[in-house]
């Protein structure tokens, strides 16, 4: 028998630093302060606090438990069922029509972004991603995790509020072609920051103009001005190029978050192609979670394919899409310096605060969030959103 060797294989491991907002979570919870304001997890949350489940998805999972006859594999492409419904709410019914896009399930945004890295990877390895600064944190180690280079710019400036649209068009003009660029499809995470409807076009005319390749992420549709609204930008980009990939999450807009529930769509240049890349989606698939989980998506297709259920899961989404405007516009109206937060979009806003700022209003006032600024608009009760507006303001770099 071979001696045991000196060293053994897991004690070579370097710890791992732990995760920032899964610690300041800890922090807000342990905090005995009772006026303590939790701004830095991402998840929504209703007047009294809560993350609910919205009642058709409720009545879904009733639905299912009830008539589900089997657990047996679904297959590597998930419910097809599910991404014939969600591919009209991503694309429109002209984009729904285009067979040069094809669909499959993931678990989530999180395995939509990755499998679209590893398409990216199989196709070419020296593939560059484009990604606007700052971004969600997770974007980079998902997609490098494939083995694909990310290339940052300038998007965002936190002390002037302002995108940087130029510095973007600049990094657009220097791509390869064969590259792509990461956009946020709306609600942008970390800034709220969204790009307007003329900058969406000439994005639009750039990419097609010198074969770029959009890689848009959508994990809030609806939750910014309506699934239309929300969705036009990716439409006029998918549109546009001859390629592209989409990473679309259901975890926020039907409250469903760790039932892991998403799709990546992908546009060919051609039918034909189109029908190879989804091989190889299914194969790359295949050498992760094999096939994503059911209960998510089989609650989606549920609620979409019942007219009522449908319904009221739409006027859900209203209501929480109301509250999120609702919270932005009472920040903007406590002081000037807010102002800009009433314009943004989604669950998400950063304040230009220096990572001292952050820690002092911790220390306080009990309000945590993430320490480059970025915090929770949703996270806000009638009762604390003054009380947030008046202590920021003060600390405010600008
Ligand atoms: C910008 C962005 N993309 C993707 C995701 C991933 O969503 P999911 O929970 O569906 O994996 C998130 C989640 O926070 C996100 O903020």
Redesign the pocket.
Known sequence: MAEASAVKLFDRLDEQPSDSLLQLIALANADPRPEKIDVGV?VYRDATGGTPIPRAVKKAEAILIETQQTKAYLGSQGDIRFIELIKPIVFGEAGAADDRIVGIQT?????A?RLGAELIEAADRQARVLVGQPT?P??GPLIECAGVEMVGHPYYDAKSRTILFDEMMGAIGKARSGDLILL?GCCH?PTGADLNPDQWRAIADAVAKRGIIPFV?L??QGLGNGFEADAAGTRLVVEAADQALV?Q?C??NFGI?RE???SLFVKGSNRRTAEIILGHLQSRARTMWSMPPDHGAAVVRIILDDAELRADWNAEVTEMCARIRNLRARLAGYDERLAYIEGQNGMFSMLPLSPQAVLDLRASHGIYMAGSGRFNVVGLSDENVGRFAAAVVEKMDG
């Open positions: 991402g678990p989530g945004g999180c395995g972004l969600w997770n974007h946020h995470n992420d994990a809030y990473a999450s975890d926020k978050y892991r529930t998403g």
